[in-house]
């Protein structure tokens, strides 16, 4: 999407062992034209497992000489190109997307007090601000991506305990901390738009219409999270699914579908074989016995 209505290629940031072989889906993306960058894998902080780390990471590793760096997640759909007016205004300004629930709500100052105060940053402070942060995308100076990717590293292990799991906005929050801590500035942008509450497809042509579509939430039709490797009759199912004509998921699942054709993604034997290995086989597999047992 990306190529097609933006004519940009993306680099993708691939996170693991360098000497470990490239998934076969990452080298037809290599084949189709596509840029891939290695670097190691940084998701685990003290006892937890926490993916968006890797964030941070990619921002302190990647190489480009592009003067702006737009942070993106693979859940992504490109749909119209980003106005020049969304590019920060100086060296030391970053950008956040909107997003309704980066707020001081009582429960999420309760769960921000031991990270700010280790963090040096003053809720208090933060509550005076109009606005306090967002989600991805961020576009971000190539020159300041080190010295704030650094930062926001650090801020992040402000998160990790050693018994409860790691706050799942914390990458957000911690971003939003480090902007405090190196004196940014930071801009909002509204660039995207998520499947959260939208049953119909908003208008990809109208004057307003945003820059991307981020499919993070999912609805009864169609949820990313209902597709897991492990089980490959599950996964390879998201190519055939139906939903209502003129819905967010119908677009959704006609764009997969076209993926699927123009990347001419196969299955092989070896990942075929492993939904026999797979926890849903198994269940089904029983379920079926039990069933003609009680006929």
């Given at each position: 999407?990306c190529q097609?209505n933006?004519?940009?290629?993306?680099?993708i940031?691939?996170?693991?062992e360098?000497?470990?072989p490239?998934?076969r889906h990452?080298?037809?993306?290599?084949e189709?034209?596509?840029?891939?960058?290695?670097v190691?894998n940084?998701?685990?902080?003290?006892?937890?497992?926490?993916?968006?780390?890797?964030?941070?990471?990619?921002?302190?590793?990647?190489?480009?000489?592009?003067?702006?760096?737009?942070?993106?997640?693979?859940d992504?759909?490109?749909?119209n190109?980003?106005?020049?007016?969304?590019?920060?205004?100086?060296?030391?300004e970053?950008?956040?997307?909107?997003?309704?629930f980066?707020?001081?709500?009582d429960?999420?100052k309760?769960?921000?007090?031991e990270?700010a105060?280790?963090a040096?940053v003053?809720?208090?402070?933060?509550?005076?601000?109009?606005t306090l942060g967002?989600?991805v995308?961020?576009i971000?100076?190539?020159?300041?991506?080190r010295?704030l990717?650094?930062?926001?590293?650090?801020?992040?292990?402000f998160?990790?305990?050693?018994?409860d799991?790691?706050?799942?906005?914390?990458?957000?929050?911690?971003?939003?901390?480090?902007?405090?801590r190196?004196?940014l500035?930071?801009?909002i942008?509204?660039?995207?738009?998520?499947?959260?509450?939208?049953?119909?497809?908003?208008?990809?042509?109208?004057?307003d219409?945003?820059?991307?579509?981020h499919y993070?939430?999912?609805n009864?039709?169609f949820?990313?999270?209902d597709?897991?490797?492990?089980?490959?009759?599950?996964?390879?199912s998201v190519w055939?699914?139906?939903?209502?004509?003129?819905?967010?998921?119908?677009?959704?699942?006609?764009y997969?579908?076209?993926?699927?054709?123009q990347?001419?993604?196969?299955?092989?034997?070896r990942e075929?074989?492993?939904?026999?290995?797979s926890?849903?086989f198994?269940?089904r597999?029983?379920?079926?016995?039990?069933?003609?047992?009680?006929?």
């Open positions: 999407s097609k933006l004519n940009i290629t993306p680099l940031v691939v996170h693991g360098p000497h470990f490239l998934h990452f080298l037809t993306l290599l189709h034209g596509g840029r891939i960058q290695r190691l940084y998701r685990s902080v003290g006892t937890a497992d926490y993916p968006p780390r890797n964030t941070a990471a990619t921002l302190i590793n990647v190489n480009t000489t592009a003067p702006f760096i737009m942070l993106c997640d693979p992504f759909l490109f749909l190109p980003i106005t020049r007016n969304a590019l920060p205004n100086g060296e030391n970053i950008t956040f997307d909107y997003m309704s980066m707020t001081l709500a429960d999420v309760e769960e921000l007090r990270p105060h280790k040096g003053s809720l208090e402070k933060l509550a005076t601000l109009d967002g989600a995308p961020h971000i100076p190539t020159s300041l991506s010295r990717g650094s930062d926001w590293f650090k801020c992040i292990e998160f990790a305990r050693s018994k799991p790691i706050l799942w906005t914390a990458s957000m929050w911690a971003l939003v901390f480090s902007v405090q190196l004196g500035d930071y801009s942008t509204r660039l995207a738009v998520t499947d959260a509450g939208h049953q119909k497809m908003i208008d990809v042509d109208a004057s219409a945003p820059s991307i579509l993070s939430y999912g009864e039709y949820n990313k999270r597709y897991i490797e492990s089980d490959v009759s599950l996964a390879s055939h699914l139906k939903a209502p004509a003129g819905s967010m998921s119908a677009f959704i699942t006609a997969l579908n076209d993926v699927k054709h990347y001419r993604i196969r299955y092989t034997w075929r074989l492993r939904k026999y290995r926890y849903q198994f269940r597999s029983i379920g079926r016995i039990i069933r003609r047992t009680s006929l």
